[in-house]
Nanobody, 119 residues
Framework: QAQLVESGGGLVQAGGSLRLSCAAP???????????MAWYRQPPGKERELVAT???????HYADSVKGRFTISRDNSRKKVYLQMNSLNPDDTAVYYC??????????WGQGTQVTVSS
């Protein structure tokens, strides 16, 4: 079983919305709740870039390109982190990855979920 499992990607028209989910089924509650979580994305032909982060104490940070449109949140009881994406545009097309950093510094990645925004 994978450490992190993303879901919720798909094809959407410009202006539309999607909500990505990242589950951590192998985590116990205490490990997940103490972890910092993040979403990254890799557009076609480009490097992976940070989209949003949420710390264990729920402080959030966003890339300038998504501020005001995307919202990261977490549900520790479900061991999940979410990325609500609104007002999507073609530049948001990418493979989106979930990242988890444990207290001891170990970092884990999900397999990615494709988001395609048509114009």
């Amino acid at each position: 079983q994978a450490q992190l499992v993303e879901s919720g990607g798909g094809l959407v028209q410009a202006g539309g919305s999607l909500r990505l989910s990242c589950a951590a089924p192998r985590n116990i509650f205490s490990v997940f709740s103490a972890s910092d979580m993040a979403w990254y994305r890799q557009p076609p032909g480009k490097e992976r870039e940070l989209v949003a982060t949420i710390s264990s104490d729920r402080n959030t940070h966003y890339a300038d390109s998504v501020k005001g449109r995307f919202t990261i949140s977490r549900d520790n009881s479900r061991k999940k982190v979410y990325l609500q994406m609104n007002s999507l545009n073609p530049d948001d097309t990418a493979v989106y990855y979930c990242n988890q950093v444990h207290l001891d510094g170990r970092s884990y990645w999900g397999q990615g979920t494709q988001v395609t925004v048509s114009s």
